[in-house]
């Protein structure tokens, strides 16, 4: 079945450590990648996406994220983890000539300082 | 003012009741869409529409209806409310495919 996966339920981290946050997708081609993080409380914001060109894309608040498509995968990183950046971050896939915007299941990050 | 506007933000409903969710944008963007949120399934697709004359089902349309009233209005419907539609709804919008989408800040929805 066509799906976007985040196996990452729950991620904890310290203040300053790097990130990596996990998504695989099963679609026939490759699809348009994103990465949204939503705060509390709040709706959903985009830190970065992937159509085409160079697998390495940046985003905002120090957000990257690579494309390998030999693996499916989209994963989402940050060097140095700051205290605001405790959200839920959701993978999304846009699929080629469907139009609709389909989401994974989400991670939570927790930051201790 | 935000881009996408939810109202109501929050609602407590009867099981059996009818309600609206009502969804307004400033963006101008064609494309809409109703999500819902729940603990553990992330955002699910209700409805999308990427006009005034085309409505999309999502995965998960039983239960709900839509009404694109205008380029900038998208409400949606739950025409007898059950107590598993308790959920977090988000509507959003984007330019077209392949582009950022915006979000409203969510409706928070609890059916007793």
């Known amino acids: 079945a066509q799906s976007v996966t985040q196996p990452d339920i729950h991620i904890t981290v310290s203040e300053g450590a790097s990130l990596e946050l996990r998504c695989n997708y099963s679609y026939g081609a490759t699809p348009y990648l994103f990465w949204y993080v939503q705060s509390p409380g709040q709706g959903l914001q985009l830190l970065l996406k992937y159509f085409s060109g160079d697998t390495l894309v940046q985003g905002i608040k120090g957000f990257e994220a690579e494309f390998k498509r030999s693996q499916s995968s989209f994963n989402l990183r940050k060097p140095s983890v700051h205290w605001s950046d405790a959200a839920e971050y959701f993978c999304?896939?846009?699929?080629?000539?469907?139009?609709?915007?389909?989401f994974g299941t989400g991670t939570r990050l927790q930051v201790f300082p | 003012d935000a881009d996408v506007t939810q109202t109501p933000r929050n609602r407590i409903t009867k099981t059996g009741k009818r309600i609206m969710l009502e969804c307004s944008q400033t963006?101008?963007?064609?494309?809409m869409y109703w999500y819902r949120q729940d603990p553990g399934l992330g955002l699910r697709l209700i409805y999308y529409?990427?006009?005034?004359?085309?409505?999309n089902k999502g995965e998960i349309s039983d239960g709900y209806s839509v009404s694109r009233q205008a380029q900038a209005k998208f409400s949606l419907s739950l025409e007898s409310a059950i107590p598993n539609q308790t959920a977090l709804y988000f509507c959003a919008t984007s330019d077209r495919a392949a582009t950022e989408a915006f979000f409203g800040q969510g409706t928070r929805l609890t059916v007793v």
């Open positions: 529409s990427f006009d005034v004359k085309d409505i």
């Open positions: 963006k101008g963007h064609d494309r």
């Open positions: 999304a896939v846009d699929i080629y000539n469907t139009d609709k915007l389909i």
